[in-house]
C-alpha cells in the first residue's frame, strides 16, 4: 500500500519560509488527489493545500493563500508545501494525505481538504513559528 513520508518541518521565525516535502513510496501519486493538512494544539485538522497530481489546479484555503504553494516532482513521485510569510498561527503538525476525489477540478475545494476525505496519511512534521 501507499505509504506518505513527511520531512523539512522546523523552527523559524516570523516571515520566514520552510518547503515541507512529502514523498511517496510502494505505489505511484498520478491520478491522486494530494493535500496538506496541519492540526494545532486542542484543534482540529485543517486542510491548508490540495492539488491532483499531475495537474496545475491547485486549491488553498484562505488562512494560507498567498503565501503558500502546493507543488509536485513526477519524477521523484512527491509533493511539496512552500510556505513563506509565516505567522506564529501557521504553528502546527503538517502531514499530507491522499484524498478521495474524483477529479482535478473538485480535488481543488474546500471540501476535498476535510480530514474525513483523507484514505492514507503520513506521519507528520512539526513546524514550530515563534515571534
Known amino acids: 500500500q501507499l505509504q506518505l513520508v513527511e520531512s523539512g518541518g522546523g523552527s523559524v521565525q516570523v516571515g520566514g519560509s520552510l518547503r515541507l516535502s512529502c514523498a511517496a513510496s510502494k505505489d505511484t501519486l498520478r491520478t491522486r488527489c494530494m493535500a496538506w493538512f496541519r492540526q494545532a494544539p486542542g484543534k482540529g485538522r485543517e486542510g491548508v493545500a490540495s492539488i491532483y497530481f499531475g495537474s496545475s489546479s491547485p486549491g488553498y484555503a484562505d488562512s494560507v493563500k498567498g503565501r503558500f504553494t502546493i507543488s509536485q516532482d513526477n519524477a521523484k513521485n512527491t509533493i511539496y508545501l512552500q510556505m513563506n510569510s509565516l505567522k506564529a498561527e501557521d504553528t502546527a503538525m503538517y502531514y499530507c494525505?491522499?484524498?478521495?476525489?474524483?477529479?482535478?477540478?473538485?480535488?481543488?475545494?474546500?471540501?476535498?481538504?476535510?480530514?474525513?476525505?483523507?484514505?492514507?496519511w503520513g506521519q507528520g512534521t512539526q513546524v514550530t513559528v515563534s515571534s
Open positions: 494525505a491522499v484524498v478521495y476525489s474524483p477529479t482535478i477540478a473538485r480535488c481543488a475545494t474546500e471540501d476535498s481538504r476535510t480530514a474525513r476525505r483523507a484514505a492514507i
